[in-house]
């Protein structure tokens, strides 16, 4: 496709979205905007879609809708379950982008003619090398590039984010001087989009998903008490334990095979090394050489220096100058060149 002014925005009704449509149409694009719906029943009055219409009209912008519920049940869903019932913590918005959202982003984008394809994610999108790079955003609280290390090359090239070099507390402000009062007051989304209260144990209970009741153990396999299902536990959990010992303790492991949870205290939690698996780089020359990268292994967590070793098509690990603790399986390791997204992957185990 050749390059045009026709870009196609992902719109959730947020601020966000909203704000990155004005943007665009201020900078002289033609946008279209799309909402998609990914989660609810046919009965549900889905507000989001509501206010992205209302905006779009407000703004003069053709507004699209896509059903994508039966793709994300496939999809995004069954993975989730999935991963827990392997003992797993699993990181939906890592998945779901590349295999969910930006695919029929690209897709809906190719239909409608728009060479271009933009979200309110505050990330910046600029060249390194002569090639197209996903950037930190300026916003240090708001940065999300942590979530996109699985979007493709070709998808990347087309990409644009208009809030990248904006702070969230400057697009409220920019909201309200233009007269949209109501959106600049709306609060952020939070949690895991398609679970109320951000509750998944009650969500695995209402999808029938169950784990038998077993051990919790020291690492001298001392039993100190009974578990209520491995589903229940995560890494690094203290509450909920159910444990009244005269010490703090947290899950350290879960060990499938045996039905087991091991408890230690907090400084055992610590690793240095991971295991990664299901990686991709959108930059080859970070893996051939040697160069040393910032690795994030949770979202809030401070970047830490580590060195990489591909070892097959599809496995990897990552050498940490300082050990992190709470590591989860299941959870993504994303690589940085700076403030340069590089790629990421699945952590498989940490030791």
């Not at 609280?141 to 070709?154: A, M, N, T, Y």
């Not at 879960?254 to 959108?282: M, Q």
């Not at 050498?319 to 959870?331: C, F, H, V, Y």
């Amino acid at each position: 496709m050749k390059e045009n002014n026709r870009v196609l925005l992902g719109m959730s009704g947020g601020v966000d979205s909203s704000m990155a449509a004005f943007i665009l149409r201020e900078k002289g694009f033609e946008v279209i905007g799309i909402t998609f719906i990914f989660t609810g029943s046919a009965h549900d009055n889905h507000h989001f879609v509501k206010d992205a219409q209302i905006l779009s009209r407000q703004l003069g912008i053709k507004h699209m809708i896509r059903d994508l519920r039966q793709e994300f049940e496939k999809e995004v869903i069954s993975y989730f379950i999935n991963e827990y019932v392997a003992a797993r913590t699993p990181f939906p918005c890592a998945y779901c982008n590349p295999k969910l959202k930006f695919k029929y982003l690209t897709e809906i984008a190719d239909t409608e003619n728009c060479y271009y394809m933009a979200t309110g994610h505050y990330v910046q999108a600029d060249l390194y090398k002569g090639e197209k790079y996903i950037f930190q955003g300026v916003d240090p609280d708001k940065d999300q590039s942590f979530f996109l290390w699985g979007l493709q090359r070709e998808i990347v090239d087309r990409l644009i984010f208009p809030l990248g070099k904006f702070i969230k507390a400057e697009i409220r402000e920019l909201a309200q001087q233009h007269g949209f009062f109501n959106l600049s007051q709306k609060k952020d989304s939070l949690g895991i989009c398609f679970i109320e209260g951000n509750d998944y144990r009650k969500f695995l209970n209402e999808r029938g998903i169950r784990s038998r009741e077993g051990n919790f153990v020291d690492h001298n396999n001392l039993v100190l008490g009974r578990h209520k299902g491995i589903i229940n536990y995560t890494i690094g959990q203290r509450r909920g334990l159910g444990l009244n010992l005269n010490y703090p303790v947290f899950v350290s492991e879960i060990r499938l095979e045996r039905n087991e949870i091991v408890l230690s205290k907090f400084d055992d939690l610590y690793r240095k090394k991971l295991h990664i698996k299901n990686y991709y780089f959108i930059d080859n020359e970070v893996i051939s050489n040697g160069k040393p990268l910032i690795v994030k292994v949770r979202y809030r967590l401070q970047e830490t220096l580590c060195s990489l070793n591909i070892l097959d098509e599809s496995r990897a690990e990552a050498e940490l100058l300082n050990s992190e603790a709470m590591i989860s399986p299941g959870q993504t390791a994303v690589f940085y060149d700076g403030p340069r997204l590089v790629g990421g992957g699945f952590i498989e185990s940490a030791s």
